[in-house]
């Protein structure tokens, strides 16, 4: 996909956080696009902190479908995460592992196979650029998808309480 001047540019920041591992997690998206910000969280009672981030993106991912002068027009994305994991993952490793049929280099099955292949799907509906920042570095945007994503585990956790 080329880029073109007068595609669309949204910039989003997410991450994924969990009480135990696996225990309650949740997730949290702060995506900015045409001078508004959006921001969206949620969870799971039981699940893993890779899950959390991968939910993350693919969450973020979704809401492009959704913004209003979007269309059906590729946007430019730069998505932002603490987790190598899902930078690395999505950049370098999801490639080797189509290749082997979802196998990992040393032949087993891909953890959070299901997960991968959404987010490799939704990532192809645009040009995604996928930048890891140092998690709890005093960078704003990772900042607000940490506290998002932890709003995330405490709404699971009064939803037990209830």
Same mark, same amino acid.
């Given at each position: 996909?080329?880029?073109?001047?007068?595609?669309?540019? +949204?910039?989003?920041?997410?991450?994924?956080?969990?009480?135990?591992? =696996?225990?309650?997690?949740? #997730?949290?998206?702060?995506?900015? @696009? !045409?001078?508004? %910000?959006? $921001?969206? @969280?949620?969870?799971?009672?039981? %699940?893993?902190?890779?899950?959390?981030?991968?939910?993350?993106?693919?969450?973020?991912?979704? $809401?492009?479908?959704?913004?209003?002068?979007?269309?059906?027009?590729?946007?430019?994305?730069?998505?932002?995460?603490?987790?190598?994991? +899902?930078?690395?993952?999505?950049?370098? #490793?999801?490639?080797?592992?189509?290749?082997?049929? #979802? /196998?990992?280099?040393?032949?087993? =099955?891909?953890?959070? $196979?299901?997960?991968? /292949?959404?987010?490799?799907?939704?990532?192809? /509906?645009?040009?995604?650029?996928? @930048? #890891?920042? /140092?998690?709890? !570095?005093?960078?704003?945007?990772? $900042?607000?998808?940490?506290?998002?994503?932890?709003?995330?585990?405490?709404?699971?956790?009064?939803?037990?309480?209830?």
């Amino acid at each position: 996909m080329q880029l073109k001047s007068d595609m669309k540019r +949204v910039e989003i920041f997410t991450d994924g956080a969990c009480k135990g591992n =696996p225990g309650p997690g949740g #997730w949290g998206v702060c995506l900015h @696009f !045409n001078g508004e %910000t959006r $921001e969206f @969280f949620g969870g799971e009672p039981v %699940t893993t902190n890779n899950r959390m981030e991968l939910l993350a993106a693919i969450r973020a991912l979704q $809401e492009l479908e959704s913004l209003e002068d979007n269309g059906q027009q590729h946007l430019q994305v730069q998505l932002h995460t603490d987790s190598q994991y +899902v930078q690395k993952g999505i950049s370098e #490793w999801i490639h080797g592992w189509k290749k082997r049929g #979802w /196998r990992t280099a040393d032949k087993k =099955p891909v953890k959070n $196979e299901a997960l991968w /292949r959404e987010l490799d799907d939704l990532s192809q /509906r645009h040009q995604v650029e996928w @930048f #890891w920042v /140092r998690g709890h !570095n005093g960078h704003a945007g990772n $900042e607000r998808a940490d506290r998002l994503a932890n709003q995330g585990v405490e709404s699971v956790l009064s939803k037990k309480a209830d």
